[in-house]
């Protein structure tokens, strides 16, 4: 029996193709205790990061592989880890905007992102931008991509991990890149802050 106040997290897939639903509680504290076994190597790895950032006339600075090679083994794993967890996050997402509950999607998102943009705006632009393309055929993950942003552009300062996807919808002949965007919040938890199509 269910519990009237219980929240369910995100869908997403398991390794064997079947759709599993977590509670969002245990999918948070599973998350948090996989991204704190590394937060500490990620801190220190972002201050870096940022120090750079904010040398640089750029207003966003991609973590380029030769810091990553700093990484010991088994932070490199954590990381590894956390990609992907956070990936198989913006799949469900994905999975729910295919479906038309952007609604939803903006509902779990950072307080970042419903201070830069309403529910009901949101959803306007991601059926607006998703409308013309069609129905979504095969998907194809391009992985996980970490930033850091100095706060001068159109997002506010902080990191960023985009996770990308080339999409085949039923109406352009060609392919679509699809965006799903997380921020770190100042608790040290992950949450989606954006969706793009181009």
């Known amino acids: 029996m269910q519990n009237s106040e219980t929240k369910y ?15 969002e509680t245990e999918v948070v504290c599973i998350m948090k205790s996989r991204i704190s076994a590394t937060l500490a190597a990620f801190l220190l790895f972002s201050a870096s990061i940022a120090c ?10 991609a973590i380029y592989p030769a810091a990553l090679q700093s990484l010991t083994k088994e932070q490199q794993a954590a990381l590894d880890q956390q990609d992907r967890d956070i990936a198989q996050v ?8 295919d479906q038309n509950k952007a609604g939803e999607v903006w ?3 950072s307080p970042i992102a419903k201070r830069i943009i309403s529910r009901d705006d949101f959803m306007k632009k991601v059926a607006r931008d998703r409308s013309p393309l069609g129905a979504p055929g095969l998907r194809m993950p391009l992985g996980a991509k970490h930033y850091r942003y100095d706060g001068t552009g159109n997002l506010p300062a902080g990191a960023y991990i985009n996770i990308l996807y080339d999409t ?7 392919s679509s890149r699809e965006m799903v965007t997380f921020i770190l919040d100042s608790d040290k938890v992950w ?4 969706y793009s199509v181009r």
Do not use: K, M
């Not at 085949?168 to 060609?174: D, H």
């Open 90 to 97: 913006a799949s469900a997402i994905v999975v729910l905007i």
């Open 52 to 61: 750079r950032a904010q040398q640089s006339q750029s207003p966003q600075q």
């Open 107 to 109: 509902d779990q998102a």
């Open 191 to 194: 949450r989606f802050v954006g």
């Open 9 to 23: 997290f995100l869908p997403f897939s398991g390794a064997d193709g079947d759709t599993i639903y977590a509670l």
């Open 168 to 174: 085949q919808f039923s109406q352009p002949s060609q």
